[in-house]
């Protein structure tokens, strides 16, 4: 299968005070369709940095990220918008609820954005509350739940309308073992069933076990490659 | 304390924009509050200033009883004796006329001893020089420039048939008597050359008198036992202007406090989003150790600095305003009467208080209710909480709507109280209720737009049910809306009263000093005199179902004849056999009768008083049988007119006023027999008046009030387009992460922006719909109120100023989308992702 990512020299400095501090450093990574990819490495070592890049949130500073092929800062706003609903999911380190809408509303909002009946999706709805065991919290607000019950809504948001591709910053940081164990078995399980491409940062090596690839990352580049 | 106060000055200059419409908003209430609250003792000053004018400083006004046709009596007649006289003036009148640059002119002539004038401030003459001889004259700076006339310049008078010629010896301020100049030439000259005019001897037309306030009362009764045949009055009593100053304090006062209540909202919506912008990071600050009431006071001291800044400022501005805004309001400026400019020692204090107190008052309430939450919710900033709909919250706030008008209904008898605090109790309502009538609209568009719209509407349209934010934002904009409304519903009832309820009853009107039919029937007998009818007017007190208010009551010799005269009163049920044949019969208001369920065969009591609402002469209440009603709207504003017959008018009341109204055939002109009645009659103090000049007069006021209250309502809707856009602003910075995250998951920016678009939209269309309801119940209770301080006639809910409201907010709305569709382009979505 061919890449589903692919960067080129990819590159982000950042502005502190008057001096550019590089962040990323000319980094080249390729990830097959299929692939469950676990990025570690140190904090502050580049990793969520890098992940905003691949799902386009944020901008190079040089470089390139080729999603399916197509370079995604090429791409209008509106391109980007209706990649990210459909083809993406991103699962943020700060779970990034929109805290006036339900766990329903949040998670059916790629669905409403990308103008389609909510009513054709309610069975897949009903599946993800019923995988991520929110069921009967589903009128509830994001105040109203604890840290990993909202990171559950942001990973059954990313799963709505089916992605290619999910992008998750430390989905289980914030998590007990018993959740996260369940989270890893959702995302092998997705991944082996739907042959969703799942990248991942994480912390834990019990985690990054659940991946077929690992990378490791420091001071901002990628250091050794390994497949698993 | 110094590393307190270094913060809080850290946080002022942080937000620039947000400091500066707080103080700003401070600054101008405490503006409009103080000149609000001095303009009314200015006012009344300057009005007691030119009442004064005719009279200076005498408390007693003796003038010839004009009987027998002589309007002269001798000086040394007036018996003075066993009273203690700080002062006396004895005073000539004769008129005539002249010619300066081929301009005929009226000239008032007066005669008196101009040291003892200047002494009583009737005059107040520049060179100092008053002691005239012979020919010499003393004239206004008025007269001097509009005639170019100066000292040593001489005047040729025409008096009857004969020529007389004076010189200027001295130029007078425009002060005291001056003030009734207005047109004419009014010249001051020895009592002996006007005696010499008419061919008398040491003769007087009116005598003033000063004697201890005191001793007053007494020294009225006494010398009418001693002087028969000359009229004694209080110097207050014996001038009554045409002013509506009940009218005019009340729509000031009203003014001044909706201004107050606009700012006090404004003020207190902007410390709650300071505050619960600061909130979180002092509770990181509490969280780490630092104690509450350390940092309680870091914010009170904060909103206090906001305070003096604001007040400061306000007070300084409002110092220099001052003397502007009064010469505005200044009614008798064409008169010449200077503005008389004070600053109330007590009104700066409220003001300063107000403004330095109010918001630090409002932040500790605030501050209060915070603390009483849990650290962690602190923490984790509740601004974004959704708006809970709480069913207690909604039926409490139908409560209280529905209280308003159960005391609308209630409130027969225009309870002042009652209607205020309907009144009020109708916007906290609509402010309850506001975040329920949201989200039935939201619910309503929902229901109507089923599906067929795309995500981002449906979100636009969601949020406005859900946002506390836009709920806070709409509540401003309508609360501002709601009472600027009510300021322009009053004004524009006011102004409609006076331009067409107002009957043209006389075009010609005299008012004389007393009962006197011989003069009445020679005036009414006058060329170009079609009708006449004399009005004879007092004051009596009633209670009623425990009421008090007070009638204007007029003695009638025939109730036919004063129907067929006056537009301004029409019959509406009369019982002829009643009238005809009781002794005591009255026509009421039919406004009064409805009020207090009075029908024809009732009794009321009707209390005798003088000017001063005193009982007169000591009487007791008179019954009186309710033997027909009337509307006389379009003869004053308050319905309190009424008819009885003249045998126990005569008998029983004060005669306080006399006016000779007259009607005059087609091809007469108003001014001319006004003038040639004043000229006939100079002898006599007459006050003659034209329908026009008095429809001006009480125009020029309403004008005024009407200039006053724009000026109110721009100030206002300033006061309110500040809280505004900043609610707007705050709402942004509130939601940066809201739109960040839609944006990551799922939107575009060009999505977001029609997102904002439709909450603008809708938002805009709560206010046009809640505008017009709240109007409309607005203008319903508010009626109460006007009716309840006297201005009874019909307001209507003005949509010219509804839809004038309604282009300001819309445009208010469009400029804050279109900067907030700049920052969403602009936006930093990393930033605001990454940072909780
Ligand atoms: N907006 C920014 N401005 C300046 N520096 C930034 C910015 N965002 C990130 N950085 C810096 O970039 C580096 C990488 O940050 P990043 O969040 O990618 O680290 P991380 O590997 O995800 O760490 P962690 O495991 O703690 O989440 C850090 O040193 C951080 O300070
Ligand atoms: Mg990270």
Redesign the interface.
Known sequence: MGNIIQTEKLCKNFKVGSNEVAVLKDIEIHIESGDFVSIMGPSGSGK?TLL?LL?G??EPSSGQVYIQGKDINRMK??E???L??RTLG?V?Q?Y??????TVE?NIM???????K???DFQEQLDEILEIVGLSERRKY?P?ELSGGQQQRVAIA??LILSPALILADEPIGNLDSKTGTEIMELFHRINQEKGITIVQVTHSEEAAAYGNRLIRMKDGEVVEPILV | MKIVLKHVMKNIFEKKLRSVIVILTILLSTLILFIGLSLNTIINQTYTKMLQGSYGTSNIVVTKSTDDGNPFYESKNLDVDGIELEQRLDMIQAKGKTTIQDDDVNVSLYGMDADAAEEMELLESVPGDNVLTGNEVIISQRTASEHKLEIGNSIKVVQATNTYHFTVVAISKPNGIYYSEMGDILLIATREKINELYGLEDMVSSTLLKVTDEGMEEAITSLQETNEGLVVQKSSSADTMMRDEQTFQTVMLLAIIIIVLISAYVISSLSKLILTERMPVLATFRSVGAHKGMMNRVLLLEFLVYGIIGAGLGIALAMILLPFAADIFNEYKQYGVETVVEYNVIYLAISIAFGVLFPAFISILRIIRTNAKPLKEVLFNTSFTPEKHSKWTVISGIILLGIAFILYVVNQYNDLLLAVLSLLLLFVSIVILMPTLLNGLSQLLRLLSRKRISGEFQLGIKNIANNKIVANNVSMVMVVFLLLLMVGISSTGIDQYVTKTLSKDFDVAVSLTEKNLGLANDISGMDGVSKSYLQTISIGKSTMNGVARSFGVYGVEDFDKVDEFYDGIRYIDLDENRLQNLDNPIIVDIYYAEQHGIEIGDTVNIQPVDINYEPFNDLEPIEFIVSGTMDSSGFGSSRDSALIPMGIYEEQFAGLFYELALKLEEEFNPDEVKSRIADTYSNYSLEVITFDEMLGAQKGTIDTLIDGITIIIGLGMIVGILGISNNLMVSFNQRKKEYAVLYSVCMSKMQIVKMVFVETLITFIAVIIIGLLGGLALNLLLTKLLHAVGMVTEFRFTFELYGILCGVVAILLIVSTLSLVRKVFQLNIMKELRYE
Not at chain 1, 109 to 115: A, E, F, I
């Open positions: 969520s905003y799902g949130i944020d706003d509106k980007k918008s209706i990210r609903r991103f943020f700060f990034n609820l929109v805290q006036n809408l509303e909002l790629p669905v409403t954005m990308d103008k009946k909510t009513a607000t105040r948001r990313a």
